[in-house]
């Protein structure tokens, strides 16, 4: 019964997509398009990866930390305001993220996927780290604190207990924990 608290973070992730979407709107946070865009990806193949190799339930929240991220990419092409300002080093942390899915692609192995998802992104996470260490106030917490609790529900639909079902839900509760400090710190 508790595997079905997924649907629940699902939800929860999506109201953290549209609270991000909404501060963007108020011109009080500025997001990294290529960190979201990555951020939309790099789940998503894991999804499709965790999926081949047999995942039920427990994907759930991996899949959605890459469809809020998607949300988020997309409105942010609808306020002028939102965009913060990329740099080489930005395009480089795309580049490398994207390399590393292409990695993927080449050795067909579902495991190895989840890996070269979670490389990606990690790299993708980058510019938003060091944009939030440095202007957090352009960040808001929302996503990064659901995203910490959201993917543990995937623990509690593991059936198998597999790399395939918990790798990349263990990667997100770190990645978002990592994000949220500088929010904090701010406060």
């Not at 508790?2 to 963007?24: D, K, N, T």
């Not at 993708?124 to 440095?134: E, F, H, S």
Request: glycine residues 6%.
């Amino acid at each position: 019964m508790l595997e079905y608290l997924v649907f629940v973070a699902a939800f929860g992730s999506l109201m953290g997509a549209l609270a991000y979407i909404r501060s963007m709107f108020k011109s009080t946070t500025a997001p990294n398009r290529v960190t979201w865009f990555m951020w939309s990806v790099a789940p998503l193949v894991a999804t499709a990866a965790a999926v081949s190799n047999g995942v039920g339930l427990a994907v759930i929240p991996v899949f959605m930390s890459g469809f809020s991220p998607f949300l988020i990419f997309t409105a942010s092409f609808f306020t002028k305001k939102a965009c913060w300002k990329l740099g080489a080093f930005d395009y480089i942390c795309g580049l490398l993220s994207g390399l590393a899915i292409v990695l993927w692609y080449l050795t067909s192995n579902p495991e190895v996927a989840i890996i070269f998802a979670i490389i990606s992104d990690a790299l993708a996470a980058v510019p938003t780290l060091l944009k939030g260490w440095r202007s957090p106030k352009t960040e808001s917490a929302w996503p990064y604190l659901i995203g910490t609790f959201a993917p543990m529900t995937s623990f509690l639909a593991a059936t198998a207990w597999s790399f395939s079902e918990v790798a990349f839900p263990i990667y997100l509760v770190g990645i978002n924990f990592v994000l949220l400090l500088p929010l904090i710190r701010r406060r």
